[in-house]
């Protein structure tokens, strides 16, 4: 039935995807990527590879897995490849423009709320890129008025596709943070802006590197921390007394953060570890 496999059964399909991927990731992801393959096409879930070894897939249906093999080899990230990533419960759809959502901002977004106890907060997701941050805080926190903020209109024209998609009424701005003075006050200011220093674009995987949106990742050496000292400028008008500042972090700066911090006179600070013991999450109470 087609140039690439014996017969259509699931279980063939799995096989070839696996093989051909073996030659880009080690066995343990390329396995997670065929999984995942499975699930965003058929909805299947780990179990249902079991039981619907024998099932037949349809031309249409593999066609699909073969397009995005192709794109796979071409080094294009899964999530690009079938342009949706799994976020807090969520399918989100993102594409070159927006970041692939990480478990480490899940795990930011999830301390965000824990620890935010009114039912109606204002939150402002900067940077939001394909709207992960916010949508999942009020996809949990449906009382919540949420704005999210991006200098990329077409980061923001997906954010805006994932929240109608959800059935998710926010509030988008298009504005560099650099140069946006905000006129409205929030209670929580949560953000995962850029902050990897150019120096280190060498050391990366080339996928993330190659197909990333570079304004979303990069920073020059020589000011790492823009962002941050941005958003903590903007703090001292945008912030609600008693509101919070969440921050993805990267996991080298937490020395430099804190000295920031206490050069705006921001001393109620903590930093929080990932589940990878890591720390990558900045908390700072107004």
Not at 61 to 78: D, N, R, S, T, W
Not at 90 to 95: R, T
Not at 224 to 246: C, H, S, T
Request: hydrophobic share 45%; proline share 5%.
């Amino acid at each position: 039935m087609n140039n690439y496999i014996r017969d259509n059964r699931a279980s063939t399909m799995r096989h070839y995807l696996k093989v051909e991927l073996l030659a880009l990731y080690d066995a343990r992801e390329a396995d997670q990527i065929v999984k995942l393959l499975f699930h965003h096409y058929l909805g299947w879930s780990s179990t249902d590879l079991l039981v619907k070894q024998q099932d037949g897939l349809s031309e249409s249906e593999i066609l699909l897995f073969h397009h995005a093999l192709k794109k796979l080899k071409q080094g294009i990230p899964v999530q690009y490849a079938v342009g949706a990533a799994n976020f807090m419960d969520m399918v989100l759809k993102v594409n070159q423009n927006t970041l692939i959502p990480r478990p480490e901002t899940e795990e930011l977004v999830r301390l965000a709320l824990d620890e935010t106890r009114m039912e109606q907060p204002q939150v402002l997701d900067i940077g939001t890129g394909s709207g992960c941050i916010g949508l999942g805080f009020k996809k949990h926190r449906p009382l919540a008025v949420v704005t999210l903020l991006d200098a990329s209109q077409d980061a923001l024209d997906v954010a805006a596709a994932n929240a109608q998609a959800l059935n998710l009424e926010v509030d988008l701005i298009c504005a560099d943070i650099l140069h946006y003075s905000p006129k409205v006050q929030w209670d929580v200011i949560i953000s995962n802006p850029p902050y990897i220093p150019l120096s280190e674009k060498q050391s990366m995987a080339p996928r993330v590197v190659a197909h990333e949106p570079h304004l979303a990742l990069f920073v020059t050496d020589q000011q790492p921390l823009v962002f941050y000292e941005r958003i903590l400028q903007i703090a001292r008008i945008a912030l609600k007394p008693g509101g919070r500042i969440y921050f993805e972090i990267h996991e080298q700066m937490a020395d430099s953060l804190r000295k920031l911090c206490l050069d705006y006179g921001r001393n109620a600070i903590r930093f929080q570890k990932d589940m990878q013991g890591k720390t990558r999450m900045l908390v700072i109470d107004n």
